[in-house]
């Protein structure tokens, strides 16, 4: 299993970007995604979720109303768009999928892509 992250760079405070994840072998429907970032010095923390129609989102309430998770079964990809961005969303944002919504840690994971936000 493969999850490619791409999207990353820097922004000015205000400004937008757009996440990808392309993921390979697994069968990409059945499995929820999310997106992850870990900023230097803190934790790894959840940022959003998506089920498996891409119906039912979950955020983190740092990004409610700025960020936007969604999905693409059949190109295999997950997007995060990053709107309003704020110099606290600047961390290395990282791609998960797991069968399971409520896993404590996703069992799949990407590579990595950076984002820094100036102000």
């Known amino acids: 299993v493969q999850l490619q992250a791409s999207g990353g760079g820097s922004v000015q405070a205000g400004g937008s970007l757009k996440l990808s994840c392309a993921a390979s072998?697994?069968?990409?429907?059945?499995?929820?995604l999310g997106w992850y970032r870990q900023a230097p010095g803190k934790d790894r923390e959840s940022v959003a979720k998506?089920?498996?129609?891409?119906?039912?989102?979950f955020y983190t309430d740092s990004v409610k109303g700025r960020f936007i998770i969604s999905r693409n079964n059949a190109k295999n990809t997950v997007y995060l768009q990053m709107n309003s961005l704020k110099p606290e969303d600047t961390a290395v944002y990282y791609c998960?999928?797991?069968?399971?919504?409520?896993?404590?840690?996703?069992?799949?994971w990407g590579q990595g892509t950076l984002v820094t936000v100036s102000s």
């Open positions: 998506i089920t498996l129609s891409g119906r039912t989102t």
């Open positions: 998960a999928a797991d069968r399971n919504l409520q896993a404590a840690s996703y069992s799949y």
């Open positions: 072998g697994l069968i990409f429907k059945n499995y929820v």
